[in-house]
Nanobody, 126 residues
């Protein structure tokens, strides 16, 4: 699976931003999970959100629940991360990742994701 993240940039606190992840190579039978992770400077990579490509079920990390929304467009083979009310602590490099046949309890664990995009930088600053 190949992934290409885009849409990062510099925004002010309270702004909104939508990231995109173009995906290729998925197979329907493997019921892939597509996820966003982020890594802030000096910190470990953190789970943000995930979506099942086949059924559309969504999962969120605790720090973004209620502000971020993950969605997909099967026709465009793209996963989106809509981010609202951005805060300085949301500043990070955002990565999209893919994993086949993940159970719910594994969705937030980066070790199970074998395919990663290159990352896109989001900077929230006044």
């Amino acid at each position: 699976v190949q992934l290409q993240a885009s849409g990062g940039g510099v925004v002010q606190p309270g702004d909104s931003l939508t990231l995109s992840c173009a995906v290729s190579g998925l197979t329907f039978s493997n019921n892939y999970a597509l996820a966003w992770f982020r890594q802030a400077p000096g910190q470990e990579r953190e789970f943000v959100a995930a979506i099942r490509w086949n059924m559309g079920s969504t999962y969120y990390g605790g720090s973004v629940k209620g502000r971020f929304s993950i969605s997909k467009d099967n026709a465009k083979n793209t996963v989106y991360l809509q981010m609202k009310d951005l805060k300085a602590e949301d500043t990070a490099v955002y990565y999209c990742a893919a994993a086949p046949r993940l159970i719910v309890s594994s969705m937030s664990n980066e070790r199970y994701y074998r395919d990663w995009g290159q990352g896109t930088l989001v900077t929230v600053s006044s």
